[in-house]
């Protein structure tokens, strides 16, 4: 009992009227006004039937928020720009009442965003799940404080709300899209196609006949068989599938707001170029000033940098770059607010 009593001073509990409440709370002033100067039996118990509505729809809207949990569940990968689904579960722990009309607002920053869950009937011992449509506009860590839980049953006479605390945060990456064609692999116009070369091993490049010192293991025997003669296949060289992204996200200080932006679409396609590589099955590192992410490739690896670059800060232009900006084996596509360049290995 102490236990509950403690918990219900302590919970951080809101009143709105309602605009049919505020009607309400004026005819029942009315009322008693006018009970008091007559003195009419008829008018005190229709002021006390007033007042029991009124104490009623407090004790009825109290209880239906008491004794509710929440947990939220995020999608496993956010965009910046990009719409998501945030899931909402409610649980009502008490044993026998169920609980009505009930309204989530999550609270980021200690604020409830814009959108709203609402639950109809939450039977007791019961829990429902929901999810509201959200989009942020910018990449970073939001980090959330908790939920707002609201009703305006029974009556609909006042909105009653308190806030339950559930920290937790989200990672959102930046914004990632399609590009138009393969990257550059030398200082020409973006969008240029690189020119494979053969190598031992790599993806299939194509058929060639067979020269003294060839690996036997490369024949391809029934291309042979068709021709007439010794045929190999060719692979792409694995040198021509690594790639560095080397990001400059050195602003001077005191930017202008339009420099800030161009560093973040510079780190939106730095972003776009590492999914594009990994994609196609390259090796892809990052560097950038005061932060970089080592070789590697496949989804774990582009999710390492796409968090990277949601959580990479403004360096001063002196700031030196996290590692070595060059690949003897690869290629190096240097990304800032400028654009792009190419160094080909």
Not at 73 to 97: C, D, E, S, V, Y
Not at 167 to 184: K, R, S, T
Not at 219 to 234: D, H, I, L, S
Not at 261 to 290: D, M, P
Request: glycine share 10%; charged share 25%; proline share 8%.
């Amino acid at each position: 009992m102490r236990a509950w009593l403690r918990r219900f001073f302590q919970a951080k509990r809101r009143f709105k009227f309602a605009r049919e409440g505020k009607w309400f709370i004026a005819i029942t002033i009315g009322v008693g006004f006018a009970a008091i100067n007559t003195g009419n039996n008829l008018l005190f118990l229709v002021l006390g039937m007033l007042l029991a509505l009124f104490i009623a729809s407090g004790i009825m809207s109290e209880l239906a928020l008491a004794r509710l949990t929440l947990q939220r569940q995020p999608p496993p990968r956010l965009h910046a720009g990009r719409p998501f689904l945030m899931g909402i579960t409610l649980k009502n722990a008490k044993r026998h009442l169920p609980s009505f009309s009930i309204e989530i607002e999550d609270l980021l920053g200690g604020r409830p965003l814009d959108k709203k869950c609402y639950f109809l009937k939450i039977p007791a011992g019961r829990q429902q799940s929901t999810s509201y449509r959200h989009t942020f506009p910018r990449r970073g860590r939001y980090p959330f404080t908790g939920f707002r839980v609201s009703t305006k049953f029974p009556f609909g006479l006042l909105r009653r709300s308190r806030d339950i605390d559930a920290a937790g945060e989200v990672i959102v990456f930046p914004a990632v899209y399609d590009l138009p064609a393969p990257p550059p692999s030398s200082p020409s116009t973006f969008g240029d196609e690189a020119r494979p070369r053969p190598g031992r091993r790599g993806d299939f490049l194509g058929l060639r006949d067979y020269r003294p010192g060839d690996d036997p293991r490369d024949v391809n025997w029934r291309k042979t068989a068709q021709r007439g003669r010794p045929v190999v296949r060719e692979h792409q060289d694995e040198r021509q599938r690594r790639v560095t992204l080397q990001l400059d996200n050195g602003l001077p200080t005191g930017a202008q707001l339009e420099e800030h932006e161009a560093l973040e679409r510079a780190i939106s396609l730095c972003a776009s170029l590492a999914a594009h590589y990994i994609a196609r099955g390259y090796t892809v590192r990052l560097i950038a000033r005061g932060d970089s992410v080592g070789a590697g490739m496949g989804p774990a690896h582009l999710a390492r940098m796409l968090r990277c670059l949601a959580l990479l800060e403004t360096a001063t232009p002196d700031t030196a770059f996290a590692s070595a900006t060059g690949d003897p084996d690869g290629e190096t596509l240097t990304i800032g607010p400028r654009g792009v360049t190419s160094v080909a290995a």
